[in-house]
């Protein structure tokens, strides 16, 4: 039998609404320091659902705190030693090689189901509660602490972390008011598939018989990401494009091969070529939508904390959505260890303050990358073929959020406690927590 490390019993007791990565990886945390952990998820049968999902270094950190966890994923996981990029009518510009060339642990990125249910497994195995089929309808606080509402019951624990992805019901609550996205002029066609029919074509074979590969297309507007998985054997392609509809609230449909062709008229005819391979069911539509920044990420009591999508929807592009996800829930839980039971708000306005500059420039990022792509001067990329390269930024890749808790966590609530005794109505905003951008697109 597997040993966990852990602290010692904080006493303090916590419900985690939503087991995506971020009720995940809080709840992980949280068992870490020795909170008492429930987590609540609505899904009844956990499927391997989506596709290709990244988890950077900054994420890639935490989960080497987990037992044994990145050892089993490795397998699942993609080892590319780098990207290169091709202009859209497939001609070679530039490789950009990750982190010196590469050992594994340092991107975790793989089947977004299939990294879910290992870790998921994780948790079960370290003794978490997990509870599938729980369906919160409701959130309230008091002044000692803080519940839900939970297939018509009541439960009650000093804090309440709501993680239940870009639709969450909890940031209606938290907020006050509702905060309706709106549509940002893109979508996403993502396609994941097995690569037998790649390998037996003269055109894409060298894609998926030596290992993984990882390619790029860029073009106005538009750009096209080929990735091969698991040696070779599962393939995957995104491709991010204008799309003018309007956005429902079901966001996710079926996507058509030809559309994808049409939208594609002129490009490399090896990316036509990938795109034809792809099977009808497994090629899907996402409409991509703003969303602002939200004024907070904490209730009025400050006993219940959103995190993850709930908090800040990532654009794809910004390669940080789940990564993000993963830091909040380490911040969270080593905020709680720091406060300790008798002070628990204390620690989720520190949580706040810690989390709402980083994770707003993280986001804004995804904006960045796909204007340095979409909007790029060929001209000047053929005389410096690096100005495609993603932004590897130190600030963001080389974090680890746990430590950073314990970094600053007390010049952050001194901070408060003296922000506390100027009143103030607007909220973090006005406590020189604010926004790092005006406006962030993001993706639901
Ligand atoms: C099915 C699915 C497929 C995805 N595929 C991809 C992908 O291929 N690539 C990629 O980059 N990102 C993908 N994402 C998004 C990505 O997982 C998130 O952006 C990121 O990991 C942040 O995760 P999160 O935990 O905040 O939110 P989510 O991953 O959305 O998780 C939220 C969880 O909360 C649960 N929940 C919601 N409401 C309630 C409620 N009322 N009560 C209880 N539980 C509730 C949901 O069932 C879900 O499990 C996908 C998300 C989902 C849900
Ligand atoms: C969860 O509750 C909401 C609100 O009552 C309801 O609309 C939804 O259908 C429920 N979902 C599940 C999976 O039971
Ligand atoms: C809890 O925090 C408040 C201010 O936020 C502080 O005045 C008090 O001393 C703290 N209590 C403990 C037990 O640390």
Known sequence: MATYERLPP?????????????????????????????????????????????????????????ENVVETLEPLCYKAPGISYFDWTGRFVTTQLWDNGKKFGEIVSGHRGEIHLEIMKHATDRGIDVRLGQNVTDYFETEDGAGVVCNGEKMKADAVIAAEGVKSPGRKIVLGYEDLPKPSGYAVYRAWYDSDVLAKNEMTKHLVINGDTHNGWIGRDKHFLATSIKNGKDFSWVLTHKDEADIDEDWQFPGKVEDVLKDLEGWDPLVHELVKATPADKLVDYKLVFRDPLPTFISKNARIVLIGDAAHPFLPTSIQGAAQAVEDGATIAACLDKSGKDNVTEGVRAYEAIRYKRVHKAQNMGVTTREQWHKADWDAIWKNPKSLHLKRDPWLLDFDPENHVYEVYDETVAKLRQDSTVPSKDGPLSKGFGPAVSETEVAV
Not at 33 to 54: C, Q, Y
């Open 10 to 66: 904080s006493g303090i007791k916590v419900i985690v609404v939503g087991a995506g990565f971020a009720g995940l990886s809080a709840a992980i945390e949280c068992d870490r320091k020795g909170h008492s952990v429930i987590l609540l998820e609505k899904v009844k049968n956990l499927k391997p659902l989506g596709d290709l999902i990244t988890f950077a270094a900054n994420a890639a950190g935490v989960f080497k705190k987990w």
